[in-house]
C-alpha cells in the first residue's frame, strides 16, 4: 500500500521521540492507519544533530520551507514551537495544501483563529493533540468523546514543569531554582522557562481547551495569568495543614454572564484526585452536564508520551484525508460557522474562595478587627488557622479560608485589611477551588 509521506521540522525532543516510535511500531501503525506512515525528510537547524537522529533513514535539510512546499510530502509535523517562522510555515504548508500536525500550543492559542480559517479554506486538517496534556488524549475526549456534553468547566494540571516544582518542593523541601534545573534537564521546560514559571504555558493550553469546549474563538489575550514564581513555601504547607494543596490550575468555567478564563496558583482539597497528580504529570478535570466529572492522566510532556500524541494525529489524518473537507471532525469542535465569540469575565468578577495569610500582632482584637472587615465586605470566613508566635516574637502568621466571593470584594477587602495597624506587610492570597459539581 501507498505509505503517506511526512515532512518533519523539528528533531529535537519531540521530534526525536516522533521518529523513534514511528520506527519502531511502524507495522502496527499501519495496521491501524490503513497505510504505512514515513518520514521522508527531516528539517533541522542542526544538520549534524538531524544526521543523527535519522542515521540515513530519510533525507535532511536545513531548509524548512523547502519541505512545506515539497510535492512529495503529504503531512507536515510542525515541532518547532514559537510563533514567528512557526506560523509563516504553517501557513506557507496549508497554502501548498497539506495537513499539518504540530504540537504548538503557544501558535494555536495566539494565531489559530487565523490558522483553522486558512485549513477550513483550503480544505486540510490541522491536527494538535500533542499541544495540550502531551501524551493525554484530551483533545480528543473533548472534541469527541463529550460531544453529547453541555460542557460545564474544566480544571487541568496542565503544566508538567510547574506541577514537579511544586511536588518537589513540598515532598523534599528543595529550593525552587534546584527544582526548576532538574526539569530543565529531563526536558520537560520551555525553551524559555519563564513561559512555565510564570503561567503562559498553562495560558496557551487551558486557552484551546476553552475554545474547543464552549465553541468561542482562541481568546489567549484576554486569559489572566498568573504563575508560581510569587509562592511562597509557607503557604504550600499551611495549606496542608488545613487539607488543601496549591497546584497551578488553568480553569475554564461556563457563567451566566460569559467564561471564565485563567491560570493560576489553587488550593484544592487534598481528598480530590487532582489534588494528588504529582511530578511532571499532567491530569484535566472536565465537567460536563451529561457524563458528570471525567478526570485524564498521564504524562504531558517528554519525547515518547508527546511523540504518542503526535502520532496519533498523523494516524487520524492518515484515515480522514480522503475524506471530504466538510464531513470530517472540525478542527475546532463546533462547526465553523457555529462558532460563538462569548465574553471572557474580567478578572474582578470571577467568584472564587480564598486562603488568606497576614502577619499580625499578637494582641487582643486583632481577630475581630480583620473578621469585622471581611464581613463588611460580605464575605463569610470558612476556616482558620493561627500559629503561635516563636520564642520572644510578638508576631504571628493568621490563615484564613474563605467561602466564595468576587475578586473584586476580596480585593478592597485585603487593601482595608493591609492598612490596620495591627496588620505587619502585605496579605498573602491565593485563589481556592472545591472543584466538587
Ligand atoms: N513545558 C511544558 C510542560 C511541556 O512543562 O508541561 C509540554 O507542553
Not at 496542608?240 to 475554564?252: A, C, D, F, S, V
Request: glycine letters at 10%; aromatic letters at 4%.
Amino acid at each position: 500500500m501507498k505509505p503517506i509521506n511526512v515532512g518533519l521540522l523539528g528533531i529535537g525532543t519531540v521530534g526525536g521521540g516522533t521518529f523513534t516510535v514511528l520506527q519502531r511500531n511502524a507495522e502496527e501503525i499501519a495496521r491501524r492507519a490503513g497505510r504505512p506512515i514515513r518520514i521522508t525528510v527531516v528539517a533541522d537547524k542542526n544538520l549534524e544533530l538531524a544526521g543523527k537522529a535519522t542515521q540515513g533513514k530519510c533525507r535532511v535539510t536545513g531548509d524548512a520551507f523547502a519541505v512545506v512546499t515539497d510535492p512529495e510530502v503529504d503531512i507536515v509535523v510542525e515541532l518547532i514551537g514559537g510563533y514567528g517562522v512557526a506560523r509563516e510555515l504553517v501557513l506557507k504548508a496549508i497554502a501548498s495544501g497539506k495537513h499539518v500536525v504540530t504540537a504548538n500550543k503557544a501558535l494555536l492559542a495566539t494565531h489559530g483563529n487565523e490558522i483553522f480559517k486558512a485549513a477550513q479554506d483550503k480544505g486540510v486538517m490541522v491536527a494538535f493533540e500533542a499541544a495540550v496534556a502531551g501524551g493525554v488524549p484530551i483533545i480528543k475526549a473533548v472534541r469527541e468523546g463529550l460531544a453529547a456534553n453541555r460542557i460545564e468547566w474544566i480544571a487541568g494540571i496542565i503544566n508538567g514543569t510547574t506541577n514537579f516544582i511544586l511536588s518537589e518542593m513540598r515532598d523534599k523541601g528543595l529550593s525552587f531554582e534546584a527544582v526548576l534545573k532538574e526539569a530543565q534537564r529531563l526536558g520537560y521546560a520551555e525553551a524559555d522557562p519563564t513561559f512555565d514559571i510564570e503561567g503562559v504555558d498553562a495560558a496557551h493550553k487551558i486557552t484551546i481547551l476553552s475554545a474547543l469546549a464552549f465553541g468561542t474563538p482562541m481568546q489567549f489575550e484576554r486569559a489572566y495569568v498568573e504563575g508560581i514564581s510569587r509562592l511562597d513555601a509557607i503557604d504550600i504547607k499551611y495549606a496542608e495543614q488545613l487539607g488543601y494543596r496549591i497546584k497551578l490550575l488553568g480553569i475554564t468555567r461556563r457563567t451566566p454572564d460569559g467564561i471564565e478564563l485563567r491560570v493560576h496558583p489553587t488550593l484544592i482539597p487534598a481528598k480530590r484526585l487532582i489534588a494528588n497528580v504529582e511530578g511532571a504529570m499532567n491530569a484535566v478535570l472536565v465537567q460536563g452536564d451529561a457524563v458528570g466529572a471525567t478526570l485524564y492522566y498521564g504524562k504531558g510532556a517528554g519525547a515518547e508520551p508527546t511523540a504518542s500524541a503526535v502520532i496519533a494525529d498523523l494516524v487520524d489524518v492518515t484515515r480522514l484525508h480522503t475524506a471530504d473537507p466538510q464531513n470530517r471532525v472540525p478542527h475546532m469542535a463546533f462547526q465553523p460557522n457555529q462558532l460563538v465569540a462569548l465574553p471572557v469575565l474580567p478578572m474582578d468578577e470571577v467568584q472564587t474562595c480564598f486562603y488568606l495569610r497576614l502577619r499580625v500582632q499578637d494582641e487582643p482584637g486583632v481577630l475581630a478587627s480583620v473578621t469585622r472587615v471581611l464581613a463588611d465586605e460580605k464575605i463569610s470566613i470558612d476556616a482558620m488557622l493561627q500559629k503561635e508566635p516563636g520564642e520572644g516574637e510578638y508576631e504571628a502568621d493568621l490563615v484564613l479560608l474563605t467561602h466564595l466571593t468576587r475578586e473584586k470584594r476580596i480585593n478592597s477587602a485585603i487593601a482595608k485589611i493591609e492598612k490596620l495597624p495591627v496588620v505587619v506587610g502585605k496579605v498573602t492570597r491565593i485563589r481556592m477551588e472545591e472543584l466538587g459539581k
